[in-house]
């Protein structure tokens, strides 16, 4: 039997993670056609079907199977290639990162001042969104890679990201400076009795279960489809409240502008996730940005974590260089 084509599994890894052979075409740039007779000569060379064509693309049993030792091949290959310098990583370019807001608001321009400082001829492109939808952009190729909110897209795993645990933070329930609750103590939301809760939309579930396991009542709920930037101004000058990251506030948590309670008995705990390619390793500025975004994280978030716990706040110091490699 003659050995598939690099080629043909790329296409097979593409149609099989995007379920579609014209969302697949045009991810790897070429004609629908074109994908559609690698796949077939694919199918034509291991002698079996790789999709089920009736009513929509689906993977049969075998596609499956197949589909996990290709990611793991195309993976191989990149850093074989990358390893003997056929494809040596030029420290230049444009690296493209996708973030929600907990993680732009606070952690990113820190990182940014010491990577462009490293990397002068790199520039960094940002994507700010929710998860999922800067999770189908990794998978598609339009991000290097993402950091999102923990979702329900990584109970079963995605086809074609590699998703790992990325830092977490706890949450705090935000108020008008005249609320009448103390400020960054600790607090139940069952003892609160007159609660109106704006939930940002992408966090939802998570926090409806919270309240829900934790007997919270809530008098009235206000869905907020936008930036909780705009949430955070209405919460300023009104009755209403919301429940936030520690990272997004973190520097709010020195000043009045809000009342700031972090959740507690128990802490409610905001999991990010750190999303990438399954096919191909990250390049070596990316996972250097990655390292920055890190520090700056365990930073910045350790406020917020004294808080949670009755310690007091200190000062933010500058991110440091000692876990960056530049090569």
């Known amino acids: 039997m003659m050995l598939p084509k690099l080629m043909h599994i790329r296409m097979f890894v593409a149609v099989y993670e995007e379920g579609s052979f014209t969302v697949a075409a045009s991810r790897e740039g070429l004609g629908q056609s074109g994908v559609s007779a690698h796949v077939r000569q694919l199918e034509t060379q291991l002698g079996l079907r790789l999709f089920s064509r009736d009513h929509a693309i689906v993977p049969t049993p075998a596609g499956h199977a197949y589909y996990q030792q290709c990611v793991q091949l195309l993976r191989l290959h990149e850093s074989a290639c990358n390893a003997v310098g056929h494809r040596a990583e030029p420290a230049a370019g444009t690296l493209r990162i996708g973030m929600i807001p907990t993680m732009t608001r606070s952690v990113f321009s820190r990182a940014l001042r010491v990577f462009e400082a490293a990397y002068p001829n790199?520039?960094?492109?940002?994507?700010?969104?929710?998860?999922?939808?800067?999770?189908?952009?990794?998978?598609?190729?339009?991000?290097d890679f993402a950091i999102t909110q923990r979702m329900s897209y990584e109970a079963g795993g995605a086809s074609g990201l590699g998703i790992s645990v990325f830092n977490r933070t706890p949450a705090f329930l935000v108020s008008s400076p005249d609320s009448g609750l103390p400020h960054c103590e600790p607090i139940r939301l069952s003892k609160i009795e007159d609660l109106h809760l704006v939930l940002p939309v992408g966090r939802r579930p998570l926090l409806e279960q919270?309240?829900?396991?934790?007997?919270?009542?809530?008098?009235?709920?206000?869905?907020?489809?936008?930036?909780?930037?705009?949430?955070?101004?209405?919460?300023?000058?009104?009755?209403?409240?919301?429940?936030?990251?520690?990272?997004?506030?973190?520097?709010?948590?020195?000043?009045?502008?809000?009342?700031?309670?972090?959740?507690?008995?128990?802490?409610?705990?905001?999991?990010?996730?750190?999303?990438?390619?399954?096919?191909?390793?990250?390049?070596?500025?990316?996972?250097?940005?990655?390292?920055?975004?890190?520090?700056?994280?365990?930073?910045?978030?350790?406020?917020?974590?004294?808080?949670?716990?009755?310690?007091?706040?200190?000062?933010?110091?500058?991110p440091s260089l000692s876990a960056f490699r530049h090569d």
């Open 122 to 143: 790199v520039s960094v492109q940002l994507t700010e969104g929710t998860g999922s939808v800067l999770a189908t952009a990794v998978r598609r190729g339009m991000l």
């Open 210 to 318: 919270y309240l829900i396991d934790h007997k919270v009542k809530v008098v009235q709920r206000l869905n907020w489809f936008e930036s909780m930037l705009g949430a955070m101004d209405l919460v300023r000058s009104s009755h209403w409240t919301a429940i936030i990251s520690g990272l997004f506030i973190a520097d709010d948590l020195r000043r009045r502008r809000f009342t700031l309670n972090p959740l507690a008995d128990p802490i409610l705990w905001d999991e990010m996730l750190l999303v990438e390619p399954a096919r191909k390793p990250l390049a070596t500025v990316a996972q250097n940005f990655i390292e920055l975004l890190k520090q700056a994280t365990e930073e910045i978030n350790a406020i917020p974590i004294r808080i949670a716990h009755g310690e007091p706040v200190r000062s933010l110091g500058p």
